[in-house]
Structures are given as C-alpha cells and as structure tokens.
C-alpha cells in the first residue's frame, strides 16, 4: 500500500502541474461551469480514450495519457466547484487553486487507501481498457444523479463518484507506466 500511496502522489503531482499552469496561464474559467457542463467534459475524454483503444490508432497527436490526467484535473475541478458558493469570486489566486487542489487530492488519496485496503489492490490485475469502461460507468451515474437533481436513494453521491473517477484514472496512468516503478 505503501508503494500505491508513493505511485499515487507522483501520478498527481504531473497532473497538479498540467493544472497550474493552465491556471497560471488561462485563470480560473472553469468557474463559469456548472457541474453537468463538467461532467460531459470528462466524458468526452472518457469516450475519446475508449474510442483509441477500440481503433487501435489515433488522428490527433494527444495520447491517452493525455486524457487521463485531463480527467483527473477537470474531476477536481468538479470536488472544488461543488464546494464553491456564487458568492465565491471567479477568479482564484493559483496559490488558492493550489490549495483546493492539494485538498481534494488528498481526500481521494485516503478514499483510495482504504477502498485499496478491502479490494486487496485487485486494479493491478485490471485491464486499462476495463477501468476505462469503469470510469466511464462511474460518469453515466453522475449524470443520472445530475439529472434527478442530486437525488438519491441507496447511492453515493456525486462527489464519491468523482473521486472514484480519480482514483481509477490515476491507476491506469500508474499501470500506463508514466511514472518509474518502485521496488516492491
């Protein structure tokens, strides 16, 4: 566990990054998108990667992993605008969305450890393709809960499954080889 706990920070640590930067570049327009609007962005990714795996070949010169992390950071820009108010401001220091950011990555790392715990780390003997099916599950509930106004009966909620989103996206880009194994 200790070894996924390591794999996972270095995985979000890339992604952190990518996201900083975007800020430090474009700012903070991603507040001006409501949930759903979010919600079809990682599904668009989701899609794309699926559609790559199942082709074989791709005609734009971005590769899954590319999409992976694209999921993971618009995930927590889901975790951090489901926390924001109206009254919140649409433009936030880098050094605050830098926070957020370590806040929400955090709490789906513990999520991650104790869900890993149970499951016995059973995602290493996955399929990249199978999570992408998962992750992909996971966005088509979101958007059944979005679509009965957050509304449910025995399930999750939104954000749980936005963490999940996470969390498997983080361990096809582990199993992706993006990051250097470390000794077992």
């Not at 200790?2 to 990054?17: N, S």
């Not at 979101?142 to 449910?152: A, H, M, P, S, Y």
Request: charged letters at 30%.
């Amino acid at each position: 566990m200790q070894q996924t706990a390591q794999e996972y920070k270095e995985v979000i640590a890339t992604c952190k990054k990518v996201f900083i930067d975007k800020t430090i570049d474009y700012g903070t327009a991603w507040r001006i998108l409501r949930l759903p609007s979010i919600t079809d962005q990682i599904l668009i990714k989701a899609q794309r990667i699926r559609s790559i795996q199942e082709k074989g070949k791709m005609l734009v010169e971005e590769d899954i992993t590319s999409e992976f992390k694209g999921i993971i950071n618009y995930s927590i820009i889901a975790l951090i605008q489901m926390e924001m108010t109206e009254n919140d401001p649409m433009e936030l220091d880098p050094k605050r969305v830098a926070e957020l950011y370590d806040k929400h990555a955090t709490q789906t790392l513990e999520l991650l450890l104790k869900k890993n715990h149970d499951y016995g780390e059973a995602w290493r003997e996955m399929r990249i393709s199978s999570i992408t099916d998962i992750i992909l599950m996971k966005l088509f509930r979101v958007k059944q809960i979005e679509d009965n106004l957050g509304k449910t009966l025995i399930s999750e909620g939104i954000d749980a499954n936005y963490q999940d989103i996470i969390n498997y996206s983080v361990f096809c880009l582990i199993k992706s080889g993006i990051i250097k194994p470390l000794a077992r």
